[in-house]
DNA sequence: AATGAATGAGTGTTCATTCAT
DNA sequence: AATGAATGAACACTCATTCAT
């Protein structure tokens, strides 16, 4: 958490160097707030990853919250796409919840409901709902998913839009040590979590 | 925020030491830890809270990260004494698996994981290990739980480990307000969460 | 805050430099300034009241210091020249105080010297000397109009340039709520302050 | 207002040095804050002045308007006392006049209008009540003292409350240095301002 | 056993100012 | 003629921590 002095450069040159100071500051800002969460990230290390300074985040983002806000709507909508790609697209159900997961596991991130509960005493009432509503179209497409499979007789019948938040809860479970390290991977986790909640946990005879 | 040396000595304090401020403040902090996270709860708020000063914090806990280690095990104690008592008492397993997840939602918490996050930057290496360790305990004895019920054909085979920790992990959808409000109680949806992992979500026929 | 230096050429500007924005500038910025002081009045406020962007006040005035300095000649010479009008026009010695008062009384504005003082550790020798001396002008105009009048026996004998400092000041009673509110106008105001120090308050008789 | 380190210990040893942080926070305060108005007046500089760090201030006063407003109070009731016990003393009503004009005057400050306005924005509803009023209770005092010399015969009949704001409002050319110089003491200046709203300037004849 | 006083190091935020275009 | 982008310096405020009593 310690901003270091990046000279930066040694990724790609030039041409696409620059997509744009805010791009990257919204970038930057998603990755570390998804990363450490509201509080633990200061506006000067969000600067300074971009190797620009403080005054320069308030050039783009008139405030902490609003930087927060607009980053996290930034990923909901990555997140949103992908998911909405993986699990419209091809394969059976279980195969695509499998990517799902996989990819929701590819990266560690704290707990989005930690991270808006920290963040709550900031943020105004719009902000707040706004990044629910997205982060809800999210589970609306899981539930819709799910709802359809079950009236196709994909998958028993429950409550989908639980199953939804259920199923991204358990996604947490890639930041544990003791799950993902070095004998089982990210996406081994990913593929054994979605097995566990296919299957159930009841003994195969009753 | 420069710890790394903790003077307290370890051990029992002697019995001298006036129990009843000490015990009064672990439960305070254990309370507001778990419900902000670590950042969002300050020794000001800790010490209001019990009607004394900030500085008498300091007499009972050499700095904040001892204060949150210590509250910390004070509740993971608890914990595990409560999961024990019910994963291991009568009943059937489903009974007390979801005897165990009405008690894990009873209150709002933040989610374990995150707050360790937050918190890591701060605690030295043993504190983090000490904590862990009794974490561990916790996902141990459900993993032995489990253990044993799938030699016993109580359940069906799968790592008990990673069960362990998904099976925690559900828990936490009692903090979105979609899923835990006037319609379905923390209790309903505890009851819900078990008969979802319970019985999967693979179709009837399959 | 580094002023000392203002590179911009003394005169009046070159025709072709666009005098409505400047002068559109000069216009807001003494009204701002006048209403609310100078550290209240950011230059950032002026642009977008003129509906410019903040570089383009530094087109036309090199730093803050610069603009407080034109804005405020720009106002005193308004208020020279109405001053002169006024006093120098036709009616009793008193009528025409009470024009002055009246006018003077229209807008609420801040103490003038203490906006100076606000302004001082920006302002460099010259531009003090300059706002100073412009002021000083309507105060020795007064002074002339009041040595004048006592000449002629329209006055009685006093400090004619006291008289003077001592008139204006009189007229920051304009902005207490107390003074000018629902029942008392700001003109009403301004003919009582004149009736004030014109009868002067010793007793009648003696 | 740069602070300068200052070493402290010039004056008077010991025993009386210290009365107390808080209250010489708040003459610290008061004075600069009355020299300089709101804006212009760190807490760094009140702290430095005082010789202890900014958080110390903090620990007096929960933020600057706090502050601000127990410093003005501060002088208000010092001046309210100050005032009523010469205006309520012996003496004729001019030579009372005077020596409140001199005592006002000998202290430069900024207007006090200006100052509430500056601060304004800042101080929430109650905190300005209370300070205007304990500004009334100054002008509420000099009008019943007023009224009665009107009703005794010592003075001519005139709106008195007006009368006492625009008493107040001429103290503030002891701030002009064309008028408080080399030539004429605050004390002489307060003599002739006196003076002058006592005689009025009508011509003698009229 | 407990506290009042004080502080250093941060954190969010504002603003005058610069410069290349 | 005008601006978008960027910055340095200051400021209000918070908080964990120390120490003498």
Redesign the interface.
């Known amino acids: 958490?310690k901003p270091e002095k990046s000279k930066r450069k040694p990724g790609r040159p030039k041409a696409s160097e620059s997509p744009g100071t805010m791009t990257q500051l919204l970038r930057t800002a998603s990755f570390l707030f998804m990363e450490?969460?509201y509080?633990?990230v200061s506006l000067e290390t969000v600067a300074q990853t971009c190797g620009v300074t403080k005054a320069s985040v308030y050039y783009y983002f008139s405030n902490k919250a609003v930087l927060f806000t607009e980053a996290l709507l930034f990923v909901l909508k990555m997140a949103y796409d992908q998911t909405a790609a993986v699990i419209e697209g091809p394969g059976t159900l279980?195969e695509r919840l499998q990517e799902v997961a996989r990819r929701h596991m590819r990266n560690q991130h704290?707990?989005f409901?930690?991270?808006m509960?920290?963040a709550a005493t900031d943020l105004n009432e719009e902000q707040i709902r706004t990044v629910r509503e997205r982060e809800?179209d999210i589970?609306r497409l899981l539930e819709r998913v799910f709802a359809k499979a079950m009236d196709e007789?994909?998958?028993?019948r429950?409550?989908p839009?639980?199953?939804s938040?259920?199923f991204v809860?358990?996604?947490?479970?890639r930041?544990?040590n003791?799950?993902v390290n070095d004998v089982r991977t990210a996406g081994q986790?990913a593929e054994?979590?979605v097995?566990?909640?296919?299957?159930?946990?009841?003994?195969?005879?009753s």
């Open positions: 958490m450490h969460g509080e633990k279980k704290v707990d409901e930690t991270m509960r920290e809800a589970h007789g994909e998958m028993k429950s409550d839009l639980l199953l938040h259920a809860a358990m996604m947490t479970v930041n544990r003791e799950i986790a054994e979590i097995q566990l909640i296919w299957v159930g946990i009841a003994p195969p005879h």
